[in-house]
């Protein structure tokens, strides 16, 4: 077999090992994603009710800020509701804060809020290899 018949077979055997793009993960019409606060492109995975839960739970922000915004999103959702986990990355942000992590409530394609639940600065963000 040669080199670069293996090096095909191994990609198309992988193809399905990648992650999507997060923006497949919403049957939206672009122009709608277009208008989401937080970018479809930085929902790093979906959580389960109580999986959000902690995340807000173990926040390094305002636990009273954090509560009270998740508190409204926990009020709004209903059956069918996604959670999703979002990473804003440092190079998006428009100040010095850092990155940015935090859960958004998505009924079909629309965002219904979100609470932010961590900063993290550049020097305690994990280091890329």
């Known amino acids: 077999m040669s080199r670069a018949w293996l090096i095909v077979s191994m990609i198309v055997a992988c193809s399905g090992c990648l992650s999507t793009a997060p923006q497949r993960h919403f049957d939206c019409p672009e122009e709608v994603l277009g208008d989401w606060q937080i970018p479809a492109g930085w929902m790093a995975k979906e959580l389960t009710p109580t999986d959000a839960r902690v995340e807000v739970l173990t926040a390094n922000l305002s636990r009273e800020a954090c509560e009270a915004r998740w508190e409204s999103l926990r ?3 209903r059956d069918g509701d ?3 986990l979002y990473r804003r990355p440092a190079e998006d942000t428009i100040n010095a804060v850092g990155a940015q ?4 409530l998505v009924r079909g394609c629309t965002q219904l809020g979100f609470v932010t639940t961590r900063i993290e600065t550049e020097e305690r963000q994990p280091q890329r290899r």
């Open 101 to 104: 992590r935090g859960v958004v």
């Open 82 to 84: 996604r959670y999703w």
């Open 75 to 77: 009020t709004q959702w």
